[in-house]
């Protein structure tokens, strides 16, 4: 039985990852990825960031969807926003994360509400492994609050409406596949690193070309 299938029935599980596993990555070892890797969680919690390193890490292609809506329609997303809606958007978001599950083993970074749509939740599944990238408000919100680019926040009370968003969506967030905690200090290598670690702990890279390689 491969290893996939072993660790297909674990339950969603907290990253840690060992010495080992760590400084393999470190050495430039790379496993290959089996299927895309949905990065998913609040504005603020790292995803392209993280995405963009992890995806340099595995050797695979990174992908952030809202860019690809920007691109698809011209315009920001605070424009699209205020133009046509958030429906109009989150639609679009559907359309995009549909088209990129369908292609190569990625990492693809969404929009901190996409994961709260369940047909996007079911084409994540159904496709690839959902990775929550966990962070508490105030880590949030010291990323966000100077940013100009998150329509959702403004508002009268900007912190408050994150941490209310946060609140809404941890329910949501915490079915995705994986979860991997943010931390003060914590690099983005660092996050990547246990981003990997969590990914091998699932089953989701292919452990003998791995293996081959060192």
Known sequence: MKAKERARPAARRTSGGTPAERTADK?????????PVVLVGMMGAGKTAVGTVLARMLGVPFRDSDDEIVRAAQMEIPEIFARDGEAFFRARET???????????????????????????????????SVWLQADVEVLWNRVRHKTTRPLLRTADPKGTLAALLAEREPVYALADLEVGSAPGL????????????????????????????
């Open 27 to 35: 050495t430039g070892a790379r496993a290959r990825l089996l299927r």
């Open 187 to 214: 690099t983005v290598e660092g996050m990547a690193q246990k981003v990997i670690a969590a990914l091998r702990a699932h089953g989701d890279m292919d452990e003998e070309a791995r293996d081959a390689r060192d």
């Open 95 to 129: 359309e995009v994360l549909g088209r990129l599950m369908g292609a190569e083993p990625a990492v693809i970074s969404t929009g901190g509400g996409a994961f709260m749509n369940a047909t996007n939740r079911e084409l994540i599944a159904r496709h690839g492994v």
